[in-house]
C-alpha cells in the first residue's frame, strides 16, 4: 500500500463480529443453532438508520471490500475502486455494511468452523447454504446494526443474485436494488463449469471426502483447477488474447509439458495463489448456491411474477464481454422487472474485462453507479426533512 | 447396427496398417526410426488415382470415419453421416481414405506402442508429434498407396488444420482443401482451456508422469476431468440450454453433491466414458499439437503470405453457434486467401450445435460438401478424358 492512506480511501479498517444464538432454520432443512458474520463498515450510519448500504460479495469474495488492515497490506479491499469518500459508493453519504457469507472462510461461520455441537471443525458436515440463507443471515445482522430499511444493496455476480432476493424475501426493507454482471438463475453452461469445478476438487485425493484438514491435509491441486477454470471463464475471449496473446516463455517451442505459453503461467499461478487464501468445501458451496438459486421457480418459472413482490427501484448493469453472465441474463430480470411495472434502470457497459469487469473502476459504471445512488442519497435526505 | 447394413452405407471396413521403416524426423528434433499407421478405405481407387480423398481427424478421432467392423457393432464409423455410396463424400465417386494419426491410441504408433529400440511401451517417452509431423507422415501414406495428388483433403476442428497445412507443405499433392470448424491457430482462451485439461491429467496421482500403464494403473479422474470440460466447449450455451436446461434428477434439490442437474450426469457420463476408449498420453500431446500450430509464423505472423504456397480450391465451413472456433476464426482464413488471390467457397452454416455442429449432417452443410466435391469431380472426369 501507499505510505499515505489516499484521500479517497476509507483508511484502515477494523473487521467485527456479530454472534447470533437465534438457531437459524436453512434451505437444506439443517438448523444452524449458532453462528457467526464477520463484517466491516464504512462511513457512519446517520440517526434514522437511513443511509446504510450493504455489499453482498461473490464466489471468492469476503467481507474486507475497501481499505487496508493494516499500513503493510499490499492491497486494499476488493472493492476498493468503488468505495470510499467521493467515490461511486460515496462513504460521505452512506454507511456501507459487507460481510463474509455464511459458509465462508473469511472469519464467518463456515466449514473451517467448529461446530460447537461436537467440538470439531465442521469440514465436509458443514450444510450446503442458499442464497436464501445468506440474506435471511443478512437480515439479521441489519437487525444487529439496528437497520430496518437500506438505502440500497449492491451486488455483482452471484453478489447480485442476493440482491434480487432480498428485493423479493423483504421488499420493505431495502429502497433499492443494484445488481451487476448477474442473472436470475445460471444457464446450463454455469452449471457445467460448476460441476467441472466442483469434480476437480473432489477428485484430488487429498480432498478426503472433504474431511481434508483432520487428515492434515488441502486438495491444492483440485481446488487451484477449479480456479484456473474459473478464471478462463471471468475473462473474455479478447482480453485474454489482448493480456496474453500466443506470448510464449522462451524463444521456441521447447516440445514438452512445461510452461510453454504465458496464458499456462498465469493459470497456474493465479490457481495456486488461490489455495493460499481459499477453502475447499467453502468454494464447493458457494458453487452450489449458485446452481440453485431460481427465484423464479416459486411463481412456475414466471420471474416477473415473483419479482412483482418487490417494492424497491431497481439498477441493472451488465458488460458487453462478458460470457459467463451475458447481458442478456441481466437483460431477463430488466424485462421482468418492466412487465412487472417495478422503476427500473439499465445500462450495458463497453467493458473488454468480460465477467470480471464488475470489479474494475470502469468511468461509466462507476458514474452509472455513482448517479442512481445520489439520487438514493436525494431521496433519503428528502424523506428526511 | 442394424440387421442390415443400409443401402448409403460403405458396408463393412477392414482396417489396414501400412509400416514405415524410413526414419521420420520430428518437429521436436527427435526421429522416429520406423512407425506404423492404420488406416481404413472406402470406395475404389481410379486408373489414374486421381479420385482420392484423405479425410483427417480431429482430436479423438481415428482412422474409422465410416461404415461397420462388424454386424454387431452398436454404430458406425465417426463421420458416416457424410461418407457413403450417394452422401456428402461420395464413395460411388470417391477413394476416401482415414488414418488413425502419429501419436493416436488407436493403432497407429503412439504412446502405448511398443519402442522397438527399448522393446517397452513408449508412454511419457513418445515424442510430441505436431500438425506438420502428421501432414508428413500422411504424405508417405498417399505414396504407399501410389495417390500422387489428392482430389481432395477434408477435416473438421484439429483436422482442419492439417488440411492447411497439407495445402502450404505439398501444395501440388492436393486439387482441394475443405477446411471445416477450424482456425488458422489457437485463441489464448483456446489454449487455456487446453492447460486446464493438461493440468487434470498430470494432477491425477494415477498419472505417474506419463507412466502410468508400467504402474498398471491409469488416469481416469484426470482423463475424466478433461474430458467433461471439452464437451461444455463443444456444445454452445443454447444447445446445452436445449438438451438439458435446468433438468433435476430428483422432484426435489438434495442438497449434497450427487447429481443434481441432469447435464451433471451427462458430464460424468461423458467423461467417463471417454476413459474407456482413450489415452491420456495420446490426449496430451494432440492439445500441444493444437497450442503449436500456427503456420502464419513462417512469415512473421502474415497468414496470406504463407497460403500464397497454396495452389489448390478451398472450401471453409464454420458454424454460427461454435464458439470454440468461432466463424470468425474460418474468416481469417479465408481473408488470408482472397487476399493471397486464391479460389475459395465460404459456407457460414446456422447450426444450434456448436462445435460439435461439424459432426451432425445438418443439409445445408452436406449439401455445400457435396456441391463444392462434384464440381472437384467434375474437373477430375473432365481432366481424364
Known sequence: MPDVIPADSVGIVTPQTAQFDTPLALSC???????????????????????????????????HAAGY?????????????????GKAIDTNTFFVVALNNLGGCSGSTGP????????????????????????????????????????????????????LEWSIRFPTRLKSAVIVASAPKLSTQNIAFNEVARQSIRRDPEFFDGNYLDNHSVPT???GLARMLGHITYLSDDAMGAKFGRQMRHDNYQYNYGIEFE???????????????????TYMLMTKALDYFDPASQTNGDLSAVLSRAQCAF?????????????????????????????????????????????????????VLNTFLTRIANHIITEVK
Open 263 to 281: 496464458v499456462e503461467s498465469y493459470l497456474r499461478y493465479q490457481g495456486e495463489a488461490f489455495t493460499k487464501r481459499f477453502d475447499a468445501n
Open 315 to 367: 439498477l441493472l448493469v451488465s458488460f458487453t464481454t462478458d460470457w459467463r453472465f451475458a447481458p442478456e441474463r441481466s437483460e431477463e430480470i430488466v424485462n421482468a422487472l418492466i412487465k412487472a411495472g417495478k422503476p427500473v434502470s439499465y445500462a450495458k457497459i463497453e467493458a473488454t474485462e468480460g465477467h470480471d469487469a464488475f470489479l474494475f473502476p470502469i468511468p461509466r459504471y462507476m458514474a
Open 221 to 223: 491441486n483440485g481446488l
Open 69 to 85: 488492515h493494516k499500513m503493510t497490506d499490499n492491497k486494499p479491499g476488493w472493492w476498493d475502486t468503488a468505495i470510499g469518500p
Open 112 to 163: 473451517t468452523s467448529i461446530n460447537p455441537q461436537t467440538g470439531q471443525r465442521w469440514e465436509a458436515s458443514f450444510p450446503i447454504v442458499t442464497v436464501e440463507d445468506w440474506v435471511e443471515s443478512q437480515a439479521r445482522l441489519a437487525d444487529v446494526l439496528g437497520i430496518q430499511t437500506f438505502a440500497a444493496i449492491v451486488g455483482g455476480s452471484l453478489g447480485g443474485m442476493q440482491v
Open 29 to 63: 432443512g439443517q438448523t444452524l443453532s449458532s453462528y457467526q458474520l464477520v463484517y466491516e463498515t464504512y462511513g457512519t450510519l446517520n440517526k434514522n438508520a437511513s443511509n446504510a448500504i450493504l455489499i453482498c460479495h461473490a464466489l471468492s469474495g469476503d467481507h
